[in-house]
T-cell receptor, first 115, second 116 residues
Framework: AQTVTQSQPEMSVQEAETVTLSCTYD???????LFWYKQPPSRQMILVIR??????QNATENRFSVNFQKAAKSFSLKISDSQLGDTAMYFC????????????FGAGTRLTVKP | KAGVTQTPRYLIKTRGQQVTLSCSPI?????VSWYQQTPGQGLQFLFE???????NKGNFPGRFSGRQFSNSRSEMNVSTLELGDSALYLC???????????????FGQGTRLTVV
């Protein structure tokens, strides 16, 4: 079974600074996908960034980037130039390549961006 | 393009009753997945439907069931409600035909179910 661990229940960062959220996972699969989702108070889950395990290059989306360490089974999210609108719950998720949208989520990290 | 629509947004039911939740996916999306979100257990996968067929199922009791219609709209049903079924139920849709390239999942805002 696949498990996803987010060891930081809560984090805070000053506006405009950089913060890194941690995620580790456990799997015996070689082909899989990793995601970071954001859930603001509106409750709607929004995809922040995704990474295909077969790609060595770390994914980047504007201010969001990941550090994907396949051997260590680590997938951290870096948010640069933090904005107040980044305040939300952040979930790391894993999905086997063969699975049909069966994503396994971590427990989440509550991020607060302070002015 | 309209997003994923879940109805109702809020629901209060009594123990022992049954409930049906609805999810309308993004137009053109054929895959619909359901998740349960609780403070204690977090986000857990319930099941996924594609072209009216259940392709994948999580580890939930048989009281939880679902179906998908020919227009890709999906419903999930929970029978004999228990207090522990109180949760936010999220639906996600995706194309899901050609592996991950088209498999970005778009979530609805969820249905908050409270069982009293």
């Amino acid at each position: 079974a696949q498990t996803v661990t987010q060891s930081q229940p809560e984090m805070s960062v000053q506006e405009a600074e950089t913060v890194t959220l941690s995620c580790t996972y456990d799997t015996s699969e070689s082909n899989y996908y990793l995601f970071w989702y954001k859930q603001p108070p509106s409750r709607q889950m929004i995809l922040v960034i995704r990474q295909e395990a077969y790609k060595q290059q770390n994914a980047t989306e504007n201010r969001f980037s990941v550090n994907f360490q396949k051997a260590a089974k680590s997938f951290s999210l870096k948010i640069s130039d933090s904005q107040l609108g980044d305040t939300a719950m952040y979930f790391c998720a894993f999905m086997k390549q063969s699975n049909n949208n069966d994503m396994r989520f971590g427990a989440g990290t509550r991020l607060t961006v302070k002015p | 393009k309209a997003g994923v629509t879940q109805t109702p947004r809020y629901l209060i039911k009594t123990r022992g009753q049954q409930v049906t939740l609805s999810c309308s996916p993004i137009s053109g999306h054929r895959s619909v997945s359901w998740y349960q979100q609780t403070p204690g257990q977090g986000l857990q996968f319930l099941f996924e439907y594609f072209s009216e067929t259940q392709r994948n199922k999580g580890n939930f009791p048989g009281r939880f069931s679902g179906r998908q219609f020919s227009n890709s709209r999906s419903e999930m049903n929970v029978s004999t409600l228990e207090l522990g079924d109180s949760a936010l139920y999220l639906c996600a849709s995706s194309l899901a035909e050609y592996r991950i390239r088209n498999t970005e999942a778009f979530f609805g805002q969820g249905t908050r179910l409270t069982v009293v």
